[in-house]
C-alpha cells in the first residue's frame, strides 16, 4: 500500500477516536446533568424500566444506578444466557447506549407512566396536507417537554396532610404549580399559532386587532402577536408583551385568537360572508318577539291580578 494512502488512513483513524471520546465524553456530561435534574422525580416514582423488549432490558433504579440485561450464546453448551449487569454511571451507559435512544426511552416510559398518548410522529408532507404544523408533531424540545411526565404522574396522584394548616399549605402550592403548568400550555398555543401563521401574515401585512384606551394588541407579518398594556393601577405606564409567556399573564389564548379571526373578518368582509349575512337578516326582520312580549302584558296581568288576591 502506499506509504501517502497509509499515513492518511492513519490520520483519520486517530481523528475519528478522538472524536468518538469527545463525543462520550460530552454525552456522559450530559446525560449526568439530566438525571440530577430529575433526580427527586426518579426518586418519587421509584425508578422506572426504560426498556422491556426481549432481549434487551434497561431500568433506573431510585439512587440512579441502571440495570442492564444482556443476551448471549454460550460457544460451550449451545444455550441463551441472560445477564443482569449493574450500570453505575451516565459514562458506563453512552458506551452501551446511543444517548439519544436513552432520552428516547425516558420520554416514552414516562408518559406510558403518566397514561399519556404516544408522541405523534409524521412526515413533513403528510402534516402539510393535514393542514398540522410540524410543532405538533414531533418537537425539536421534546426531551424537554417530555422529561417532565413523570412529575405530572406524581402531581396527579392523591394528596394528604397532618392537619389543616397543612393541607392550606399544600393546596395553595398546587394551585401555584398548577397556574404555572396552565400558563405554559398557554403560551404553547400563542407559539403555534405564530409559527402557523408566518407565511400567511407575511402577505396580509401588519395588523391592528385592538386599540384601546388601556390596550393594543397587532399581528405583525411576521405572525408574531404583539400587544401593550396599562396595568391596573399603573395608570401612564405602558408594558410591552412581546413573548408567548408575556402575553398569557393578561391574555387568554382564546380571546386572542377570536379578537384576531373578528378583525381579519373586518377587514376582509368576504371571509365570512355568513356573518354579513346574519347581520342583515338582524336588520331587515322585526323583532317578533318584542311586539308579542308587548301584546301579551295585558293578559299577564290579568292573570297575575287574581293570583294576588289570593
Do not use: C
Request: hydrophobic fraction near 40%.
Amino acid at each position: 500500500m502506499d506509504a501517502n494512502r497509509t499515513d492518511l488512513l492513519g490520520e483519520l483513524a486517530r481523528d475519528a477516536a478522538l472524536e468518538r471520546s469527545d463525543f462520550l465524553v460530552r454525552s456522559a456530561d450530559q446525560l449526568q446533568g439530566f438525571l440530577e435534574a430529575n433526580a427527586a422525580r426518579i426518586k418519587e416514582i421509584g425508578g422506572m424500566t426504560l426498556i422491556d423488549d426481549d432481549p434487551d432490558y434497561l431500568s433506573i433504579a431510585p439512587d440512579l444506578s441502571f440495570r442492564s440485561r444482556t443476551r448471549f450464546q454460550d460457544e460451550a453448551t449451545g444455550e441463551w444466557v441472560s445477564e443482569t449487569e449493574v450500570i453505575e454511571s451516565a459514562a458506563e451507559l453512552v458506551e452501551l447506549y446511543n444517548p439519544a435512544d436513552i432520552y428516547a426511552a425516558f420520554a416514552e416510559a414516562a408518559r406510558e407512566a403518566a397514561g399519556l398518548e404516544p408522541e405523534p410522529t409524521a412526515a413533513d408532507d403528510l402534516l402539510s396536507v393535514a393542514g398540522i404544523a410540524q410543532e405538533e408533531s414531533v418537537s425539536p424540545e421534546a426531551d424537554v417537554a417530555y422529561a417532565g411526565a413523570a412529575d405530572d404522574w406524581a402531581a396527579g396522584q392523591p394528596l394528604d396532610a397532618d392537619d389543616e394548616t397543612s393541607a392550606a399549605h399544600k393546596l395553595y402550592d398546587l394551585a401555584l404549580t398548577f397556574q404555572e403548568r396552565s400558563q405554559l400550555a398557554e403560551a404553547r398555543l400563542i407559539e403555534q399559532f405564530q409559527v402557523a401563521a408566518g407565511g400567511l401574515a407575511e402577505q396580509v401585512g401588519d395588523m391592528i386587532v385592538i386599540d384601546d384606551d388601556d390596550e393594543r394588541l397587532s399581528l405583525s407579518r411576521t405572525g408574531q402577536i404583539h400587544a401593550e398594556v396599562e396595568p391596573e393601577g399603573e395608570e401612564g405606564e405602558w408594558r410591552k408583551l412581546t413573548t408567548p409567556e408575556e402575553l398569557v399573564e393578561f391574555y387568554d389564548p382564546t380571546d386572542v385568537f377570536g379578537d384576531i379571526a373578528d378583525a381579519i373578518a373586518e377587514a376582509y368582509p368576504a371571509v365570512a360572508p355568513e356573518l354579513d349575512e346574519a347581520e342583515e337578516d338582524d336588520e331587515e326582520e322585526p323583532d317578533e318577539d318584542d311586539d308579542n312580549a308587548e301584546d301579551d302584558e295585558p293578559a299577564a296581568d290579568a292573570d297575575a291580578q287574581p293570583k294576588a288576591d289570593r
